[in-house]
């Protein structure tokens, strides 16, 4: 029992310390000083300052740093607030009329560093990208046509290469890639089923028809969404039919062959 007192004062005397630690921190965040004038009636408190979190300061880093690890220079140069040399992307329609930085004079300003790839070249991709979301603007907010400023741009002035680059072949690509794996799936299916290999299959008549149905089947149905459009289609086209026989519901038919 004797023994055992040192080591209880000493959990004591840590435990003390302990307050006493926490409570010199608090002392330190919050100081309260009596009004001398007032004999203590009136207190005044005046409370430490702290050093703003993260969260207050924007994030732990600044500068080119806050960017990312593999940001691009255009974004390091955004973060370090060099915004001179782009400009604000800013579409808007303000007082019935199109506005945006980029716009001048009823078409796009290709002299602008934002048309500009990095050796100088001219950057198709952003102006396609600029026309479609003045487009969609407009379509979302139309504003009327007005002489004082007519838009001059028009799109034959993008290359047809550009077109092509940045819509048909990237399509090209998914659907070839779609008809050969749905062909080598088939062709080995129907190889599993009847032992024909590959070459009878393509020179057979039945085989050379499942390859058209195949590839064009693949055209004319690309995701799930046009499936719902063909069966609009064919709703549309049977509108009217079923318009007609709801006419003669409860109604006895004239014969045909009645004068």
Known sequence: MIASLPTSCGI???AAKRVSSVSNRRARV?????????NG????????????????????????????????DKFKAMAEGAKSAVGPVMMITEDGKFRDFRWKNGRWDFSLPVFKLADGEMDWDAVIDAEMARRKLLEDTPIPSINEEPVLFDTSEIPWWAWVRRFH??????????????????????????????????????????????????????NSSDIQKFKGLIDE?????????????????PSETEK
Request: hydrophobic fraction near 45%.
């Open 30 to 38: 919050a100081v309260v000083r009596a009004d001398s004038d007032t």
């Open 169 to 222: 072949l990237p399509e090209a690509e998914k659907l070839n890639g779609r008809a050969a794996m749905m062909g080598y799936v088939l062709a080995a299916f129907v190889d599993m089923l009847t032992g024909a290999g590959l070459v009878d299959q393509q020179e057979s008549f039945l085989g050379k028809v499942a390859l058209h149905v195949c590839v064009f089947g693949i055209l004319l149905i690309r």
């Open 41 to 72: 009636a009136g207190a005044a408190t005046a409370t430490a300052e702290r050093k703003p979190g993260p969260l207050q300061r924007g994030g732990t880093l600044s500068g080119a740093a806050a960017a990312g690890k593999d940001a691009s």
């Open 12 to 14: 004591v005397s840590g």
């Open 237 to 253: 086209a049977t509108f009217y039919d079923k318009q007609w026989e709801a006419t003669w519901t409860n109604v006895e038919r």
